[in-house]
Each structure stands twice: as structure tokens, then as C-alpha cells.
């Protein structure tokens, strides 16, 4: 634009707004466009000679008689001489659909120059979109999860209901004539009762898989150490079947779900008392460790069997197993568990180990969910 002829501070506040990167508009007090900076020209399709000296709501043909944008105008800015983050949405005949967030100032300029308005029109077309999208997908992802919270319910009660007839009628029978069965007979009856076991296991691990995203605790400050002690508490019989010990170190407070990083330790735990070395009383320590600011990192290693390195993502995938239910008992399913708490509270989780040498599980935590940097 030139602005030749214009004092030194004119052209200076003109050069100013055609920095800015929204459109910007100078109105007088009959809404005639007294300026209009290069963002307005660009994003509304229109020509310097078109609009400036014109009443806005003529422009384009009447394009601009907007009612929402008069009322704001005419009415609003009158008895209030700021207003802020106003959506007009309308439809242009020639550049289609608008959604403006505008902001507006009555801005007296001295006894002689009457007063000006200033206002500011971002287009949050794309952004308004965007948002409407993102909270269509929330309200199909809380659909989504309350029917497979109910589907997960209903189905693990229509199929604990005859696993526990079969526990049942299954123990009946070892109790009535167990002592006096033998062979293929024998065998048939514990493989049945085993089975029914597992499949109880099973059902409650993937019911508690599926409700780990939709029946949560919110996130408060947790002592790690409190909860971690709470854990050997509650393996104690494990522990001394094994012979085993559970070291805790000092851990942090950070803002967790206290319920479900509980879990996730126990699970840790657990694993590490069950994949103990033939002989070799298994050891296990909690430890942690600080990295990036804002950030906390859980150890949980063991002096156990330890895996191959190749399959270190495989282990946290549903249902995988490295080694045989008649070596190991389990479903399979407790490090998927522990995996999907650790992204629920927006950290990650890591396994190191080798055959034979033991595993190390790292768990990296926010402190707290103020959106801290993310980690590398």
C-alpha cells in the first residue's frame, strides 16, 4: 500500500498493521473503513479500491450485512467499549464459509478527531472445524468405551457363570471319587479343573485390560514409595514361597492414579518373583532416577531367567508368552496391563535384559500433568 504523503507516526501505525498476520480494520464512527491492513485484502479477497472509504456493511455487495456483526457493532461496542472473542459464522457468496472470532475497541481519539473502532477479525475457519471433528471423536471414543465397558462386564459375567459350575461340579467330583480314579481318567479330571482355573484368570486379566481406560481414579499427588511398599505388602506369601526379597529404594511424589500404578508394580513385581532362576532366590529392587526435568524414571530390576533382547516389545503385546503355561502359569496379559497404564498416564515403558541375566523394566512418569516437555 502506499501511504506517501502521511506523517511520519501515521505511517508508522500503517506499516504496524500490515505486520500483523489477522485482518485488521480502522472504522469511523458511520462504520466507513478508514484502514485496512493487507491480511484483510488476503483472507476476505478484496481490493484496496473496493473498501477503503466504504461503510463496512455494503462491501462486496452487501456481502457484509451480517446481522451478528451490526449487532455487535451498533449495540454491543456502544455500551461496552471492548469486547472480546465473538463468533460470526457466515457464509460469503464469493469465498464460501467464514467463521470470524472478532474483537472489537471504541477507541477515542481526541475532542476534534471523534472516535475509531478497531476491530480484529481472525479467520478460525480450519480451527473451529477442527475442534468440532476432535470433540465428535471424544463423544464416539466415550461411546465406544461405555459399550465395551459393558460389553467387557456383561460378557465376563455370562462366562464366569459356567466356569464356576465347572469348578464346581469338577471339584465335587475329585472330592467323591478322585482317590479312587487313576491314568487317563485322572489325568482328564485335572486338566479339566486346571483349564477352568486359566480360564477364570483369563476372563478377569481381559476384564481388567478393558476397564483400564474407562473405571479411573483422577491423577493426584501419589507417593511411589508408599505404593510400592504397599505392593511387597500384598506379594508377601509370594515372596516367601520364593524365598525372595523386594528392596525399595526412595521414590517420588508424582501425579498418578494411585490404583493403577499399584497395579502396575504389582504386576512388575510379580513377574520378577515368578521368572526366577531354578535354585537362585530371586531379588528384586525398586529403584528410580532423575533425567529430564519434569520427568521421573521407575526401575524395577531381578536377578531372574531374563529374555532374549529380540523380544522386548513382544512381551507387552496381549496374550504373548516366551515360555509355556506347564513352565510358567499366567494369561499373558499383565505387561500389556502395565504397558497401557504407563501410556494412560502419558509415559512410556522399556525392558532390557538377556538369557539368563535378569530383566530391567523402566517406567518413565510425568511428575505432574501440567503438559511437561516431552521426553526423548
Not at 485484502?41 to 478484496?46: A, H, K, Y
Not at 456481502?63 to 455487535?72: C, M, N, T
Not at 467323591?176 to 482355573?197: C, E, K, Q, W, Y
Request: net charge negative; hydrophobic share 40%; proline share 5%.
Amino acid at each position: 500500500m502506499d501511504y506517501a504523503g502521511t506523517p511520519r507516526a501515521e505511517q508508522l501505525l500503517l506499516d504496524i498493521l500490515d505486520t500483523i498476520r489477522e485482518p485488521l480494520l480502522v472504522l469511523d464512527e458511520s462504520f466507513r473503513v478508514v484502514q485496512a491492513n493487507r491480511a484483510f485484502f488476503s483472507t476476505f479477497q478484496v481490493q484496496p479500491h473496493e473498501t477503503l472509504g466504504a461503510v463496512l456493511f455494503t462491501l462486496g455487495d452487501g456481502q457484509w450485512d451480517i446481522p451478528p456483526l451490526r449487532e455487535l457493532l451498533r449495540d454491543k461496542l456502544a455500551a461496552q467499549p471492548r469486547l472480546e472473542d465473538f463468533d460470526v459464522d457466515h457464509v460469503f457468496p464469493d469465498i464460501g464459509r467464514k467463521i470470524m472470532l472478532l474483537n472489537a475497541r471504541l477507541v477515542n481519539q481526541g475532542p476534534e478527531d471523534g472516535r475509531v473502532i478497531l476491530l480484529a477479525i481472525e479467520d478460525v475457519t480450519e480451527r473451529r472445524f477442527t475442534e468440532w471433528r476432535l470433540d465428535e471423536h471424544r463423544r464416539e471414543l466415550e461411546r465406544s468405551n461405555a459399550a465395551l465397558d459393558e460389553f467387557a462386564s456383561v460378557a465376563s459375567h455370562d462366562l464366569q457363570e459356567p466356569l464356576r459350575k465347572i469348578m464346581s461340579f469338577g471339584e465335587r467330583l475329585e472330592s467323591a471319587i478322585g482317590p479312587t480314579i487313576t491314568g487317563d481318567a485322572r489325568h482328564s479330571l485335572d486338566r479339566m479343573l486346571n483349564a477352568a482355573v486359566r480360564m477364570r484368570t483369563l476372563v478377569q486379566d481381559v476384564l481388567a485390560y478393558s476397564q483400564l481406560t474407562t473405571r479411573t481414579q483422577p491423577f493426584t499427588p501419589t507417593d511411589l514409595s508408599w505404593v510400592a511398599r504397599e505392593v511387597v505388602v500384598d506379594l508377601d506369601a509370594a515372596i516367601s514361597d520364593s524365598q525372595g526379597t523386594v528392596d525399595v529404594a526412595a521414590l517420588p511424589v508424582i501425579d498418578a492414579d494411585p490404583i493403577q500404578i499399584r497395579r502396575m508394580l504389582q504386576n512388575l513385581v510379580s513377574n520378577a518373583l515368578k521368572y526366577r532362576r531354578k535354585d537362585v532366590p530371586p531379588v528384586v529392587r525398586i529403584s528410580s532416577t532423575n533425567g529430564t526435568p519434569g520427568w521421573c524414571t521407575l526401575i524395577v530390576e531381578d536377578n531372574g531367567i531374563g529374555f532374549n533382547p529380540a523380544y522386548s516389545e513382544k512381551i507387552f503385546q496381549m496374550f504373548e508368552r516366551l515360555h509355556g503355561r506347564t513352565q510358567y502359569e499366567g494369561s499373558g496379559i499383565g505387561l500389556a496391563i502395565c504397558r497401557k497404564i504407563v501410556e494412560r498416564h502419558g509415559g512410556r515403558i522399556a525392558a532390557t535384559s538377556s538369557s539368563g541375566q535378569g530383566a530391567t523394566f523402566t517406567v518413565t512418569l510425568p511428575v505432574t500433568h501440567a503438559a511437561p516437555e516431552r521426553v526423548q
